[in-house]
Nanobody, 125 residues
Framework: QVQLVESGGGSVQAGGSLRLSCEASGYTYSTYSMAWFRQAPGKEREGVAC???????KYADSVKGRFTISSDSAKNTLYLQMNSLKPEDTAMYYCAAGDNIWSGGLFYPSRVTYWGQGTQVTVSS
């Protein structure tokens, strides 16, 4: 049974930091690229960051320079370090696994094979 379990969400003030984790189980971790998506109330789910099996990373323009995605294959765990958080970063954050999730400058939620249940991030001004 495949599981992606996120943790690390919470409430912070603007300018603060959070580190999200996503522990994967039930499949061979290196099979897929990994990514973080987020969805704010009333908005579509959007890609935040992606890391390929060979470690290449891609970021949405809105988080470049503030967020860092990383992966520890020994622990089957994906991370998202979020610094300089802004109120507009408030959303439910989802861990995702799939093939070619990022391509040509865009994130493709339709290419995600597995989703986590999400962890809430709330940033107050």
């Amino acid at each position: 049974q495949v599981q992606l379990v996120e943790s690390g969400g919470g409430s912070v003030q603007a300018g603060g930091s959070l580190r999200l984790s996503c522990e994967a189980s039930g499949y061979t971790y290196s099979t897929y690229s990994m990514a973080w998506f987020r969805q704010a109330p009333g908005k579509e789910r959007e890609g935040v960051a992606c890391i390929s099996q060979d470690g290449r990373t891609k970021y949405a323009d809105s988080v470049k320079g503030r967020f860092t995605i990383s992966s520890d294959s020994a622990k089957n765990t994906l991370y998202l370090q979020m610094n300089s958080l802004k109120p507009e970063d408030t959303a439910m954050y989802y861990c995702a696994a799939g093939d070619n999730i990022w391509s040509g400058g865009l994130f493709y939620p339709s290419r995600v094979t597995y989703w986590g249940q999400g962890t809430q991030v709330t940033v107050s001004s």
